[in-house]
């Protein structure tokens, strides 16, 4: 599987963004995705997962209540939609999936990651 993740950009804080995690491969549907970031000086860390069998998610705390994951299989495409962003929001946003993922926050769950796309959130 190769991911290749999108829709990073520069916006002001309480603005929104829509990452897009674009997946080969035609066993896409039966991967859990998760997205991760990694901001400078610091450990990647988990953001949102979704699931490949019912669409179950799961959010960092940090989070919830204002990113929403979501997956399109017929596009082999994960989605990541940001609103009401923070500063503290601002990093390298990574795409990853992974079968029999148990430990849905855990990097070392994910075998095949995407590149990384940069959100900057600042005015």
């Known amino acids: 599987v190769q991911l290749q993740a999108s829709g990073g950009g520069l916006v002001q804080p309480g603005g929104s963004l829509r990452l897009s995690c674009a997946a080969s491969g035609r066993t896409f549907s039966s991967y859990t995705m998760g997205w991760f970031r990694q901001a400078p000086g610091k450990e990647r860390e988990f953001v949102a997962h979704?699931?490949?069998?019912?669409?179950?998610?799961s959010y960092a705390d940090s989070v919830k209540g204002r990113f929403t994951i979501s997956r399109d299989n017929a596009k082999n495409t994960v989605y990541l939609q940001m609103n009401s962003l923070k500063p503290e929001d601002t990093a390298v946003y990574y795409c990853a999936a992974g079968r029999a993922v148990i430990a849905y926050g855990t990097t070392s769950e994910y075998a095949y990651w995407g590149q990384g796309t940069q959100v900057t959130v600042s005015s």
């Open positions: 979704i699931s490949w069998s019912r669409g179950m998610t």
